[in-house]
């Protein structure tokens, strides 16, 4: 190389905001780039983080496991938990329950066609138990029953797929000494003033309440619903969905464990919005998810306090947004990362994913300094799709509704919907027919789980399905069921599993 070349190398990451986002970026940045950039995160103790993010989705596994981080050792410095599927209660009709769980529907496929199908031609035929039946997560959780995959060939206990539950607050903790072990340095501090380079309207320098200024080539914004960098100082503009999600309020409360340590989220559908519920070891992470327009804040707050698994351990924390997204989520010289490039409701514990997916498409089109058009183009078509097409799957929860009990709901089933997620209830309907378009986030099993569990049932089930045998059919599902009963019998319960591998040490007190 000619040494008359001058680097466009980004020399300095800033990251501005700490909290899950933060720490995240900070944690995989030091990771993936050894000390060669500098990396300064500044974050102030006065400004809250928001931590709704407590139940997770498989692919963090992925994330934590290219960090190093050994699961045990994560699980009980986070007062974490396992995590199965989520449980969704009340939302097709009261009384109602279905969960949809990872890993695949049934087992192994009798021909060219998915499990369903079969269950389909059984089920109209009158002779099949719920589809839970025959998903071993469900079949897992509703027993209470957790472990780790083992070396058994044939066996469901071979490919257990799970996620998370585990304190925000005590993950970014834990990420921040990850990161700054790996050269991350932290400045604390509120960022009062963004300048921006004239000539380009790139931004130049932040300036600190005490004065400092913080200059470097490529900005993090992690600040939250706040959008302070892409937003506040680059005006990017903000695509909201509030016409297909409605809810624009949050409560969130701490409450007592239970006696039993259930080893799923649950999200149950309140008359204006729904309530999630997520176990830790010393707690259980609560919220109510709602439309100011359709409940007062007061019986918002006493809905969720009647419906606790034990005493509150705090006051309910409110919370305002807005359903949505950045029109760019990477603009100039600045990236959003969390909760400032977007929102979207944690109804399907997506939140600390899209942390997750944002930093590895920001390595698949890490910049120098020229922040080629293109890339940045292209880095904001794949987030944009992922973002679109996973609001889709959120719509489809409140849109396959009987519920008419209230005016929330009545304006749930009669809403227009996005033509994209038009498009797949439509080829759902006829004949269970599902396509997976790119990248989309979740997965065939995932959206059969969720259509089938409120209730959209296909006219009629795959033409290919005819070319079984009825009774093969029906022994494979029998033979399934039982096999399911019998490997989720042989797990230990979820309670015991953490206590002999990553049982937490128990604070003192109830703080």
């Known amino acids: 190389m000619n040494a008359n070349v001058q680097s466009k190398a980004i020399q300095k990451i800033v990251i501005v905001g700490g909290g899950t986002a933060g720490w995240m970026a900070a944690a995989a940045l030091s990771k993936q780039l050894q000390k060669r950039v500098d990396i300064c995160l500044i974050e102030s103790e006065e400004i809250g983080t928001v931590g709704v993010g407590e139940a997770t989705i498989p692919q963090i596994r992925s994330f934590n496991a290219a960090l190093g981080i050994d699961e045990d050792d ?4 986070t007062q974490g938990s396992f995590k199965l599927g989520i449980e969704f209660v009340d939302w097709l009709r009261l009384g109602h329950r279905y969960t949809h769980a990872f890993g695949a529907v049934g087992g192994r496929d009798l021909g060219v066609v998915p499990f369903y199908q079969y269950w389909l031609k059984q089920r109209m035929a009158g002779g099949t138990q719920p589809l839970d039946s025959y998903t071993f997560n469900t079949v897992a959780a509703r027993k209470g029953k957790f472990m780790r995959a083992s070396n058994l060939p044939d066996s469901p206990l071979s490919n257990i797929h799970y996620a998370f539950h585990f304190d925000a607050g005590l993950y970014a903790k834990y990420l921040r000494t990850l990161a700054e072990a790996r050269g991350v340095y932290r400045i604390e501090g509120k960022v009062v003033d963004v300048a921006l380079k004239a000539e380009s309207g790139f931004i130049d320098s932040v300036t600190l309440a005490s ?4 200059k470097g080539e490529l900005y993090l914004d992690c600040s939250g619903f706040r959008g302070l960098l892409i937003e506040s100082a680059l005006k990017t503009g903000y695509e909201e969905w509030t016409h297909f999600l409605p809810c624009n309020r949050a409560l969130a409360v701490p409450c007592e464990s239970a006696a039993t340590l259930t080893p799923y989220t649950r999200s149950t559908a309140r008359a204006a919005g729904w309530q999630w519920r997520i176990p830790l070891q010393h707690r259980i992470g609560n919220g109510y ?3 100011a327009d359709f409940i007062s804040d007061a019986k918002a707050q006493s809905t969720l306090l009647e419906n606790l698994d034990g005493k509150a351990l705090a006051e309910p924390r409110p919370l305002k947004f807005v359903t949505g997204m950045r029109k760019q989520f990477w603009n100039k010289n600045c990236v959003a990362i969390g909760l400032s490039s977007g929102f979207l409701e944690p109804l399907e514990s997506t939140s600390i994913h899209f942390i997750q997916s944002s930093l590895s498409k920001l390595m698949a089109f890490f910049p120098d300094t020229d922040f080629n058009p293109i890339s940045v183009a292209e880095y904001n078509r794949q987030v944009q799709f992922e973002f679109v097409r996973s609001r889709d799957f959120l719509v ?5 509704t009987e519920r008419s009990d209230s005016d929330f709901w009545r304006q749930c089933q009669n809403m227009a919907i996005p033509d994209t997620l038009a498009h797949k209830l439509e080829l759902f309907s006829e004949y269970g027919r599902f396509t997976r378009e790119g ?10 789980q969720v259509l089938l569990g409120q209730n959209v049932i296909p006219k009629r089930y795959h033409p290919l399905v005819d070319l079984e045998q009825s009774e093969a059919i029906s022994n494979m599902l029998a033979g399934m069921q039982d096999l399911f009963e019998r490997a989720a019998g042989a797990m230990p319960s979820h309670e015991q599993f953490i206590a002999q591998h990553c049982a937490a040490v128990q604070p003192n007190s109830a703080a």
């Open 74 to 77: 994560f699980i009980r410095k």
């Open 211 to 214: 004065g400092q200024v913080v």
């Open 289 to 291: 998810v709602y439309a």
């Open 396 to 400: 489809l929860h409140y849109k396959a």
């Open 439 to 448: 990248e989309e986030l979740f997965t065939e099993s995932s959206w059969v």
